[in-house]
């Protein structure tokens, strides 16, 4: 028989560096999680994406255990680290920040396919282009056809 669902937390955590202050400790406290355990299991699971920005949803039980599944990271956050920019255009219709191809995109889009709520790789290519577009970045060249 399935264990009932309490609740469900979505955070974004550093890779191989979670710990208990602020943002993970009081979301996972709130629901009565035992902490350390998370951070041990995500810390452990995480080892080989250290440092990168990863998307987490944690599934609590009544019994206070969970599961949680890692995500890939954000389109916004691997743009940035495509063009090596701090953060996106303020005036992102006026004011341009950088550069990336339709090669680069695909690249992106076939990583995140899997968290992405699309079927083709042509549509998920559109998505992380108008992510780059909400940023301020320009996308070069010609929309591939396939």
């Known amino acids: ?85 701090k953060k996106g255009s303020p005036e992102s219709n006026r004011k341009k920040v950088g550069k990336v191809t339709w090669d680069q995109i695909k690249t992106i889009a076939e990583d995140k396919m899997v968290d992405l709520n699309c079927f083709t790789i042509n549509s998920a290519m559109k998505m992380v282009a108008g992510t780059a577009r909400s940023m301020g970045i320009t996308v070069t060249g010609d929309f591939p056809k396939s």
Do not use: H
């Open 1 to 85: 028989m399935a264990k009932e669902i309490v609740g469900l937390i979505k955070l974004q955590v550093r890779g191989g560096s979670a710990n208990p202050s602020p943002p993970v400790g009081p979301a996972l406290g709130a629901k009565g999680v035992n902490i350390m355990e998370f951070c041990k299991q995500f810390n452990a699971r995480t080892q080989d994406k250290q440092g990168k920005v990863l998307p987490v949803s944690i599934t609590v039980y009544v019994d206070k255990s969970f599961d949680f599944v890692i995500k890939t990271p954000p389109a916004a956050v691997q743009l940035l680290e495509l063009t090596k920019i």
